[in-house]
Every structure is written in structure tokens, then in C-alpha cells.
């Protein structure tokens, strides 16, 4: 009794884009929530300028959804502007990756990379 | 959401410890037995239907109990080594209940006997749980040290159904003989990879099963000692047979199936070990090149053909379903399908996140090489792969 995938989850688990993070550096931020420990941790990195994320990079310890989400997660905030970024929220990714009902607190966790995320933006350039 | 499975080349089965496919030769004697010319008649009728089949019967009673030493009238056919623990653990505690309830097991028994345990104690009895050590061996001197007057059987497993890990069944059957409590063992794991022998190991009751060695599914045998009679109290009332301690017509096709197969096994019993034990340690090898690999279990005492392992900072449901290519399993098979991780490596002191990054690799008969090494190229991209979307460390942000 294997758990179900979509295909996208397949897709993004299999072929995940933008895997790894940027170094420390000029217009770089970073975002971390979750752990080892508690089963689900993401890391993003982002690349910004002019007030837009130009680039992210993901890292993800956590089962396939969780693997689908950064790498569906990386592509999808490319191009996003400091309040889009605010605003972003897991309902996003469930819409898109189908998230079965008992993983949606990993979710969160992704949430609250995306809000560390947008938080070292606004350290960086307040 | 539509599923999606990769189907490119056919699964690698590495999973006997799950079950085993059918012996060929044990397949073709079923079919036989079988057939309309083969032995439908009721072993228990008096025809020569009924004879034809009973004869056969008693061929595999012979079988099975040269397999493992004892006499052929200590053999009684149940539907496989769930219910043989049942029958013994339940049938001799409830028959001794009046001279003591107390009974003593591990934490790292298979369900079949964890749970007859469990419904024991809702009957009033007291259960000593033992806890192997790390390495997954309960110490003789532990049992020991459980046994009081009172106590009226201990149940111990010969090998560990996921870690292979091996009990010294015989020191822990010559302390119980030596304070006259019951001791019963469930041999489901070794039948065909260690060589057992009832007499020598003091066992008293025995539970095997024939779908782990070749045989079929739904058949499995509880040897019993008869002398001196060990009392026992049926778990199902019927037609008697059995001496009354199973009831209910015998399936003839799959007992004669699994006589063979106890036959074929016994006689290519070191063969098979020899073969299996250097296809196991070339798994090993191979896993352990990976890096953040560990064995779970004794690294010596266990059987030839399985390799419980655990791999660090890979998250077990990426990892399994990554590997969907190798038919293995993670946990116990009837635990898997439920996050949780597994309760044996759990008692073998490891954390939930190791335990469930865990795999069960077991071979058998038809493994091969070839087989041994696409399963390392497949482990190995997959945790090299996974490894290095995982965060590297704690980022300062
Ligand atoms: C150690 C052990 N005991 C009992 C069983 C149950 O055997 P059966 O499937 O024949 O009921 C198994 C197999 O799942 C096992 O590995």
C-alpha cells in the first residue's frame, strides 16, 4: 500500500529543476524552516534584483511530495516581487501538487520557508 | 491524480523474506495432486480416494518432519505460521492457566506472536517483554532471568523476519527444559537456511510456514513434542482431525506441496547458503561504498540471505518510492503502507527517521548476480541523487 503520486508530483520528484543553493553573496537571501528530525526541511535561496527574485535554488529532506513542492516551489517564484513573495501561501502548491490531506502540515513548513525567505529580503534591503 | 509507476525493465525481486516464489518442482507435483486422475478424495474418507490422499499426506508429514528432526506424529497442518503461533501460544497458556499465567517473548517478534501476546493479557496473563540489545539478540541469561514458578511457556523466534538476525534457540531451549517451561519457536525464517533439530534444541513447539521456502501460500505446520504430552487447548472446534487440535479438511495439494519443498530445501540446505551468503555480501559491499550506510542488526549472527540496512539523510518515503524499481521492503511488509517506523529496529535502539530510512533486502533461490549488481546502481544513483538535494547543512540565513 504504496502511497499515490500525481504525475506532476512524479515529474518534478524525478527531474527536480533547480536543485541546490546559492553562496552567500551580494543579493542572495535565504530562507530555512523544518528539520531533519521532524521528517520535512526545505532550504531556499534566492537571487534578487530590482526588486524581483531573479533565481531560486531548493534543498529538501522529505518525502516526494515534499521533493515536488521545492522543485515546483523554484520555478514558481522566479519573477515575484517582495509583496507577492509575502503574500504566497500553501494553497498554491496544494492546487498544484495535490497534496494528500495528512502531508498538508509539511506544507506549512514549506510556507514558512517562503516567509524566512521573505523575511532575509527585507533584512537585506529594508 | 493518476498514479504513475515506472515500467521500463521488469522489478528485481528482493524480497523472499516476504515470500518466496513457488519451487517448480513443488509447482508441478501441486498441479498434479491436482488433476482429476491426481487426489480429491477426503484424506479422512475411508475410500481408496480417501486413502490415495492420506498417503500423500503422510509422505509430507515425513517430509517436513526430517526437516527438522522430529518424529512425523508431532506434525500437525495449519494454514501457515500465523496461525501455528496462535495455536501454540494461545493453546498452552490457556490450558495451563490454572497452574500459572505467566508467559515471557521480546519486542522484536513478528505480529503473529506480538499480538497472541497481547490477547493473553487481556486474559489476565502477565507478559515479559525482553529487549534484545542493539545488535538484536536476546541473551540467554535474560530468559533466564524472566522465568519464575509460575511461568508456563516462552516464545522466541529462531531468526528475525527483518532483521535475519539469529537466537541462540538452543541455550535458551535447554534453560527452559531444565525448569520444565514450554518452550516454542517461530522457525517461519530459518526453515531452509539453518539446519533445526527439535530434539537437540529442546523445542517443544514449533511454528513453520512453506511459503518462505518455495512452497505455497496457506500451509504452514506447528510440530508439537508428544512425549511427554505438552498440553495444549485447540483455538477452532470441528471434524477432529488432527488429533483434535486442528480441525477441518486437509488440503491435500498444498501439503504435499510443501512436503517437497521441506525436502528440496533440507537436501540443497548448504548449497543455497553458500550461494547466498557471497551474493549477500556483495550487496553488502556494494551499499556500504555508497558512505552513510549502516547494518541493522548483529553483523554476524544472521541468516545467508537477508541485509536490513539504513541509510543517512535520505527521508525513507523518497527513498522507497525512488527504489520502486527493486521489489524490497521497508519494515515488515504488513507494517509498510502505515508511516510509522518499524517496531523491531525501534527496540533495536534506532531513531524513527533511521528506522524508517531502513530497507530489507532478502535473496534467495533465484537471485543472481546480475540481479545483486543492478540493485547496487540503483541504490546508489537514487541515494546520491536524493543526497544531494538534501540540505547540506545548518545555513546560517
Ligand atoms: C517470523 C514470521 N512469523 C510468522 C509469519 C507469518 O507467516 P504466515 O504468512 O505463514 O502466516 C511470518 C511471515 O510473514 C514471519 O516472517
Known sequence: ?126 | MTPSHKSSSPAIYLDYAATTPVDPRVAELMIECLRPEGAHGNPSSGHTFGTRARSMIEKARQQVAAAIGARPECIIWTSGATESDNLAILGVARFHADRGRHVVTSRTEHKAVVDAFKQLEKEGFEVTWLKPGTDGIVRPEQVREALRPETQLVSLMHVNNETGVIQDVAAIGAICRERGVAFHVDAAQSAGKLPINVEAMNIDLLSLTAHKAYGPKGIGVLYIRRRPPLGLRPISYGGGQETGLRSGTLPTHQIVGMGLAFEIGEREREADVTRLSALRERLLKGLLAIGGVELNGHPTERVAGVLNVCFHNVEGESLRFGLRELAVSSGSACASGSDEASYVLRALGRSDQLAQSSIRFSLGRFTTEDDVDRAIAIVSREVGRLRALAPTSTPTP
Not at chain 1, 528539520?35 to 526588486?51: D, I, K, N, R, Y
Not at chain 1, 516581487?81 to 501538487?97: F, G, I, P, V
Open chain 1, 1 to 126: 500500500m504504496e502511497p499515490e503520486y500525481s504525475s506532476t508530483v512524479v515529474e518534478h520528484f524525478e527531474h527536480p529543476r533547480n536543485g541546490g543553493h546559492f553562496e552567500a553573496g551580494e543579493g542572495v537571501i535565504r530562507g530555512t524552516a523544518g528539520s531533519v528530525a521532524q521528517g520535512t526541511m526545505f532550504v531556499l535561496s534566492a537571487q534578487v534584483a530590482e526588486e524581483r527574485i531573479e533565481a531560486v535554488r531548493f534543498e529538501a529532506y522529505g518525502c516526494p511530495h515534499c521533493i515536488a513542492a521545492g522543485s515546483w516551489l523554484s520555478e514558481r517564484l522566479v519573477g515575484l516581487s517582495r509583496e507577492q513573495l509575502r503574500a504566497w501561501r500553501w494553497r498554491d502548491a496544494d492546487q498544484a501538487l495535490q497534496f494528500p490531506l495528512e502531508k498538508r502540515g509539511r506544507l506549512l513548513i514549506l510556507e514558512d520557508a517562503v516567509r524566512a525567505l521573505s523575511e532575509a529580503w527585507t533584512r537585506l534591503i529594508p
